[in-house]
């Protein structure tokens, strides 16, 4: 099952809440398993990376090898998830390595997330649609309560409120980042900053933040899969 859709609508956290509520059921599902891939940049690195999250030690230039391993230990623990976060920039690898785990590992199942879809033969495909009205509100004002505790959406901000969402899409990281100057702008002054130039700064974040940290650079993650007649 592919989980798709643009930058910022929400993929990992629906994935993640997916295999949580698999996890604490675990019937029928015995193992869950979860693999991050946004840092990882090439065929090689996936299959070092499944290794990791299944327990493997992977064995330098024995990739090919080191799928098989991993398919013994999903086969080993029969019906079982593992979940493979941001797969877009890995697609012509992830369809070969995800064939091969499939006639391994028959009662294994793989939900993935990516901005594209793998074009796999078995592929499911789940499209994320953005928020409606009243969800992207909810979420905006939530959002801003947890910047500050005081802030509160009086009947006058609500058309305001729904040229914020509006002018993001209904993107659920853009509202979170917008909802973030809540702390010192007011929904007034979000919507008209908004409407001249679409350009809130994201939050101040660490330096080992994500792409997820600005609107910018959830964009610019999905630029660079581009060819060059594509960004044309």
Same mark, same amino acid.
């Given at each position: 099952m592919t989980l798709t859709g643009t930058g910022g609508i929400g993929k990992t956290v629906v994935g993640r809440l997916v295999t949580e509520a698999i996890a604490e059921s675990l019937d029928p599902v015995q193992a869950v398993w979860s693999c991050d891939l946004q840092a990882i940049r090439d065929g090689a690195g996936l299959v070092r990376a499944l290794a990791k999250t299944v327990g493997v030690a992977a064995r330098p230039g024995r990739a090919s090898d080191d799928i098989e391993r991993v398919a013994k230990v999903l086969a080993g623990a029969g019906p079982s998830l593992l979940f493979l976060d941001n797969l877009e920039h890995l697609l012509e690898p992830a369809a070969d390595v995800l064939s091969r785990l499939m006639v391994g590992a028959p009662e294994a199942r793989f939900l993935v997330t990516s901005r594209r879809v793998l074009g796999h033969p078995r592929e499911h495909i789940y499209p994320l649609e953005p928020l409606d009205k009243e969800a992207a509100r909810e979420l905006f004002i939530a959002a801003a309560r947890r910047k500050n505790f005081h802030f509160e959406v009086h009947?006058?901000?609500?058309?305001?409120?729904?040229?914020?969402?509006?002018?993001?899409?209904?993107?659920?990281?853009?509202?979170? #980042?917008?909802? *973030?100057?809540?702390?010192?702008?007011?929904?007034?002054?979000?919507? !008209? &900053? =908004?409407?001249?130039?679409?350009?809130?700064?994201?939050?101040?974040?660490?330096?080992?933040?994500?792409?997820?940290?600005? #609107?910018?650079? *959830?964009?610019?993650?999905?630029?660079?899969?581009?060819?060059?007649? !594509? &960004? =044309?």
């Open positions: 009947p006058s901000d609500l058309n305001d409120l729904d040229a914020i969402v509006s002018a993001l899409d209904a993107i659920p990281l853009a509202i979170e #980042l917008a909802a *973030a100057q809540s702390r010192t702008l007011s929904c007034r002054e979000l919507s !008209e &900053r =908004l409407s001249r130039d679409a350009a809130l700064p994201g939050v101040p974040q660490p330096r080992e933040a994500t792409r997820s940290a600005t #609107l910018r650079g *959830a964009i610019e993650s999905s630029w660079q899969l581009l060819s060059y007649e !594509e &960004r =044309l």
